[in-house]
Nanobody, 130 residues
């Protein structure tokens, strides 16, 4: 089992920044990629970004490319999502997730769909005011 705990959400004005953290514990060695998803009220959960533990390769949704940066600290088993130039449409609950499949080990493949992830955090609210 892998436990994921997100933090860092809050209320920010448009144009501002936030950094989300996701601390992983338990069988973290079994995870090969970590991702961030978000869900706005009335919408389905959508992919935001992913990073592989070993190689650090990253992938972003078009809606956040150039504004968000995902990173990891292997020593702390923590993944971060730096969010800059925030917009009201970024308002959502943000979820951290872990993917175990070995096909993500090298970073040549990226988990972008919910079913590709094995563990999920409880979510953290991000609200961007206009």
């Amino acid at each position: 089992q892998v436990q994921l705990v997100e933090s860092g959400g809050g209320l920010v004005q448009a144009g501002g920044s936030l950094r989300l953290s996701c601390a992983a514990s338990g069988r973290t060695f079994s995870s090969n990629a970590m991702g961030w998803f978000r869900q706005a009220p009335g919408n389905e959960r959508e992919f935001v970004s992913t990073i592989t533990w070993r190689t650090g390769r990253t992938y972003y949704a078009d809606s956040v490319k150039g504004r968000f940066t995902i990173s990891r600290d292997n020593a702390k088993n923590t993944v971060y999502l730096q969010m800059n130039s925030l917009k009201p449409e970024d308002t959502a609950v943000y979820y951290c997730a872990a993917a175990n499949s070995l096909k993500y080990y090298s970073g040549s493949a990226y988990p972008r769909r919910e079913y590709e992830y094995d563990y999920w955090g409880q979510g953290t609210q991000v609200t961007v005011s206009s």
